[in-house]
């Protein structure tokens, strides 16, 4: 057996398959169940002429479904490919392009875009529906499919090699698809089965230990179009978890939901999803407790300190993790005590993380030298399709691979790494560098405001001045411009502090909680040039 998922997965079902492995609305699948369905599912992708490196689109809110069709992919050595299910035609049609999408399974309530959009992807030839809506012409219903196919194994060899593509929010530009090799992925971004023990040595090794384990409950709360909730519902299948999900993010479901399957783990994508389940906890749901959740883990986006201390005040029994890493690295490492991005990212990172400088030199610890942070080892391929990218972020030193990332950073002379911020969203004021995620976390912290995000807007004399757009909550008196620029003068330095506050609805983020920051550009900007005209 080689380090392929598939294998791996059916090695796991060979030895707990009778356990609970999947609960998702009104589903519930063991082991077993779950593994006739992919088969199912994959028989008929093969049928429709789906083959070893083809892409497969899952344009899905979460469902059994959308695991069945990654599980039946590996299967067949096809490539799923995680379809933001807010995108709208353009985006959808340049999304199916770029990545070559062949087949797509889709929920019926995206129909009109999916429709709307086949003429301009020559390459979609197979389309499959779940739910009970209109389908497209020639479309066929997902249950429909499963129903004429047979349960069993029968697939080819497959190989470490084979491909898992991640594609990334496009939260700073369009989206690219991360091509990992499954091995490298299992041991990145899955931990070798193990992410707080001992990675195996073998993949037989899997297998061997969920026949030993004891059966946890994990709840990956975010979408599954995002990478983080794929690798951690993988990271359950491979320690013989139960995994459980939510159709939609919804804080008072996520609660009942952890109460009655006794959840012991939750994985949430930053203060988007932990402010309402603080809010949902301290209000309609105060006096509920969690006994069996050991850890809620934060990533992809950082917690700020006032929700965290919320959150934590509610849940004093539980571990708040903040963790770090990203589609092109996976796991990287984990936020010390203290840390924030008001007070400062400080992360305990893994062997095979550190800070580059631009002659791609890895950085002495304590310079105070600002410089990338790069990840070596089990590393992507590169990104789908674009050779350009691919060679300014994946390098080789000395014969080892590497990864460059786009965030900024130092590293602190007892080897942990200080997380400046994103260097594509950093705000350049005067020559001083403005990272956004800083000032965000400050407005936050006003009573007043319920979600911020910051960007730059040109200015004549500075280049950029920061310009913050900032939700308020309906309960509370609004304060104005003056007050909130006033609130972050007292947190940050003043070139710092937002020289432009617009109130919005809302704010707008993904699915999976990550700020849109050029929208938030775009906003300010039209803001600031009716400002200057009236």
């Known amino acids: 057996m080689e380090y392929n998922l598939a294998d791996i997965f059916e090695s796991v079902v060979d030895v707990v398959g009778e356990r609970e492995a999947l609960v998702c609305g009104g589903r519930r699948l063991t082991y077993a169940e779950l593994e006739a369905r992919s088969n199912r599912w994959a028989h008929h992708l093969q049928?429709?002429?789906?083959?070893?490196?083809?892409?497969?689109?899952?344009?899905?809110?979460?469902?059994?479904?959308?695991?069945?069709?990654?599980?039946?992919?590996?299967?067949?050595?096809?490539?799923?490919?995680?379809?933001?299910?807010?995108?709208?035609?353009?985006?959808?049609?340049?999304?199916?392009?770029?990545?070559?999408?062949?087949?797509?399974?889709?929920?019926?309530?995206?129909?009109?875009?999916?429709?709307?959009?086949?003429?301009?992807?020559?390459?979609?030839?197979?389309?499959?529906?779940?739910?009970?809506?209109?389908?497209?012409?020639?479309?066929?219903?997902?249950?429909?499919?499963?129903?004429?196919?047979?349960?069993?194994?029968?697939?080819a060899p497959r190989s470490a090699d084979d491909l898992y593509v991640i594609y990334t929010g496009g939260t700073t530009g369009m989206p690219k698809g991360v091509m990992w090799r499954q091995e490298d992925l299992f041991f990145a971004g899955m931990g070798g089965a193990d992410p707080v023990g001992t990675p195996v040595s073998r993949p037989e090794e899997v297998a061997e230990r969920a026949a030993?384990?004891?059966?946890?409950?994990?709840?990956?709360?975010?979408?599954?179009?995002?990478?983080?909730?794929?690798?951690?519902?993988?990271?359950?299948?491979?320690?013989?978890?139960?995994?459980?999900?939510?159709?939609?993010?919804d804080a008072p479901d996520v609660i009942e939901t952890a109460v009655r399957e006794g959840a012991n783990s939750m994985s949430i994508v930053g203060d988007a999803m932990a402010r309402p389940l603080a809010e949902a906890l301290e209000g309609p749901f105060a006096g509920t407790e969690l006994p069996a959740l050991l850890a809620v883990s934060s990533a992809g986006a950082i917690l700020s300190q006032t929700v965290r201390e919320k959150l934590q005040g509610l849940l004093p029994?539980?571990?708040?993790?903040?963790?770090?890493?990203?589609?092109?690295?996976?796991?990287?490492?984990?936020?010390?005590?203290?840390?924030?991005?008001?007070?400062?990212?400080k992360f305990t990172v893994n062997a095979r993380t550190a800070v580059l400088g631009e002659d791609l030199k890895e950085i002495e610890p304590g310079s105070g030298v600002v410089g990338r942070m790069a990840q070596r080892g089990h590393v992507p391929l590169g990104y789908y399709k674009d050779a350009e990218k691919t060679a300014a972020s994946f390098v080789t030193i000395d014969g080892e691979r590497w990864v460059l990332l786009g965030d900024m950073a130092t590293i602190e002379a007892d080897g942990t790494i200080a997380i400046l911020g994103r260097g594509s969203v950093c705000i350049n004021s005067g020559g001083e560098k403005v990272y956004p995620e800083e000032v965000e976390a400050v407005l936050k912290g006003h009573p007043a405001v319920y979600d911020a995000v910051v960007a730059g807007v040109p200015d004549e004399r500075y280049?950029?001045?920061?310009?913050?757009?900032?939700?308020?909550?309906?309960?509370?008196?609004?304060?104005?411009e003056a007050a909130l620029i006033a609130h972050a003068r007292q947190h940050v330095a003043g070139y710092k502090a937002p020289r432009l506050v617009v109130v919005v609805p809302e704010i707008r983020r993904s699915p999976s909680g990550k700020a849109d920051y050029p929208w938030a550009a775009?906003?300010?900007?039209?803001?600031?040039?009716?400002?200057?005209s009236s």
């Open 522 to 532: 775009k906003v300010a900007a039209e803001h600031a040039i009716a400002v200057a």
């Open 47 to 155: 049928s429709a002429g789906v083959g070893p490196g083809d892409h497969v689109g899952v344009q899905l809110y979460n469902c059994t479904e959308y695991v069945e069709t990654m599980i039946a992919c590996f299967k067949i050595r096809a490539v799923p490919i995680n379809v933001n299910y807010r995108y709208v035609e353009d985006e959808l049609a340049y999304l199916f392009n770029d990545a070559d999408v062949v087949a797509l399974v889709h929920d019926t309530e995206f129909t009109s875009r999916v429709e709307a959009v086949r003429a301009r992807t020559p390459k979609l030839r197979h389309l499959v529906t779940v739910g009970t809506g209109d389908r497209p012409n020639g479309a066929i219903d997902y249950d429909d499919a499963l129903a004429a196919q047979d349960s069993g194994r029968s697939f």
């Open 317 to 345: 029994k539980t571990l708040l993790l903040d963790n770090f890493g990203a589609s092109e690295t996976g796991f990287q490492g984990t936020g010390t005590t203290g840390s924030s991005p008001d007070k400062g990212l």
């Open 212 to 249: 030993t384990r004891g059966a946890l409950v994990m709840f990956p709360v975010a979408p599954l179009m995002h990478g983080a909730a794929q690798l951690a519902t993988w990271i359950g299948f491979l320690q013989a978890a139960k995994v459980v999900l939510v159709r939609k993010f």
């Open 463 to 480: 280049g950029q001045r920061v310009a913050a757009l900032v939700q308020l909550r309906p309960e509370v008196d609004a304060p104005d």
